[in-house]
């Protein structure tokens, strides 16, 4: 069983651009949603696709498993997706040590900018850039659960707190 350990924070400035090595445009949409569980489905490029489960209600590390599907399947799974589809495009960025992956949203979500760090074990302290904003980490508003399922939260509000 895969263990998913992150922080979260929203993203004040564009400094992490320059040291973005690669970026991937993700299309992700909700099949299950529960609050210590959720099924998800990531199309990749257009060109692969994969399906996550993942259980827990810790706010730091939760169980995942992921697994390649075919992007016709992930296609079908997203029209039947619950609320919206989540549109955006996320660059891997290293600092000292850590991959930081910056979502920078489109579609409805457009203007939110969310980094995650994932890590090796909840007592790792990874270096905080200082293009970071605000952590939510454990703010399930800013979770891609939320983002997708529960979309009445007040965009506005979610993208301007950084």
Do not use: C
């Not at 299950?32 to 590390?61: C, E, H, N, Q, W």
């Not at 599907?69 to 997203?78: N, S």
């Amino acid at each position: 069983m895969a263990k998913e350990i992150e922080r979260k924070f929203l993203v004040r400035t564009d400094g992490w651009r320059a040291g973005a090595e690669t970026k991937s445009v993700l299309r992700q949409g909700y099949i299950a949603s529960m609050d210590d569980r959720s099924v998800r489905v990531r199309i990749i490029d257009r060109k692969t696709a994969r399906l996550t489960t993942k259980i827990g209600r810790s706010s730091m590390t939760r169980d995942e498993f992921e697994y390649e599907i075919p992007v016709a399947d992930a296609e079908e799974m997203l029209d039947a997706a619950i609320g919206v589809v989540i549109e955006k495009t996320r660059y891997r960025v290293p600092h000292e040590g850590f991959t930081w992956e910056v979502d920078v949203f489109s579609g409805q979500h457009r203007g939110l900018v969310i980094a995650e760090v994932e890590m090796g074990a909840e007592s790792d302290k990874p270096a905080l850039p200082a293009w970071l904003g605000r952590e939510v980490t454990g703010d399930f508003r800013y979770s891609n659960q939320a983002l997708a399922t529960e979309f009445e939260h007040d965009r506005h509000a979610l993208q301007h707190t950084a």
